[in-house]
């Protein structure tokens, strides 16, 4: 990954104003820059802004101030240009057409960006494979699967070979294997590092699997700019695991309770396992002695990390509560 900025928002705001509602802030001074080959996660509860967001960077939304830079170009200045550069696939609106087939589709949005057909023909092949299409090529779009027009619509976007990638929700509503597959496809694209993806989430897997960094928006406002790792550090948990051979008496059970900041006593087949909350790591140590009052073998002791589902709800439910 380059440290060249792709992607530049700035300040941007959008204010819907709706005779029932009244003024609606549903993007407020929102900043933030994607470098190049970069795969930026857009997260943030329902009614944060993503999807405004992800629709005044292509153009579908003028917003009500703010600037927004696509390698240089002021996109609301200059969209055409601005525009040859992005792809998106929106929520909702699968972007195909529906009675062009599959392979149809993909050749006319390489045509749309003025690809030559015997130029792209190798790649939409790829495409198709890589997708798991083989055998729908010649099917309409509108016979097709949820699922599988949601990798159509993905596939159209990407035979369009642009540099930047925008991607609203990209798994939502897929079952679980093809959610994975579609997972799979992006990871693999993410990875070859040629692409630089903005992409908006409620499904913490696809961000924690293909994201280098999650921009967290809550309220048309970001609350969270940073590398996955770092949220992770930040959030380190104060909690460790212990995994015990055996089942605990009930003296080293109470025990246990009075004397430490206990989260769970969990016994399973043969084994105990005991979450705790320490401040003070050295009464880590204090915890084995209590076990090993009765021999009890210790297998394990961990610090726990929290998962980013949980450091999102926290960051979300701290910043509600302001
Ligand atoms: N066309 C519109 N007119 C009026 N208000 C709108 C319009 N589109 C969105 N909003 C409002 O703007 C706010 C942000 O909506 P947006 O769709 O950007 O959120 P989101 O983060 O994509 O949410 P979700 O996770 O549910 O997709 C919400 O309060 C929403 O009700
Ligand atoms: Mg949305």
Redesign the pocket.
Known sequence: MSQEVVLRVEELT?I???RR?GE????DHVSFAVHRNEVVG?L????????????CICGL?RPTAGRIWIDEIDALRQPHRALEKIAAVL?GNRNVYWRLTVRDNLEFFAGLQGLPLRKVRGYIDELIELFGLQEKVNTQARALSRGMQQKLAVACALVKQTEILLL??PT?GLDVETSYELRRVLKDLAQRGERTILL?S?DMSVVQDICDRVII?NR?RVVVDDRIENLKRLFQASAYRFEVEGHLTPEQRRELQERFELLKITDTDGRTIIEAEMLDPSRVYEVIDVLRQNGARLESVGRQYPDLEEIFLRIVRGEARK
Not at 24 to 27: D, G
Not at 46 to 54: E, L, P, S
């Open positions: 959008k819907y104003r709706s509602q609606i802030r549903a993007v857009l943030g509860p329902n009614g944060a802004g993503k999807t405004t967001t992800i629709k939304i929520e609203d929700e939502l908006s409620h928006i048309g």
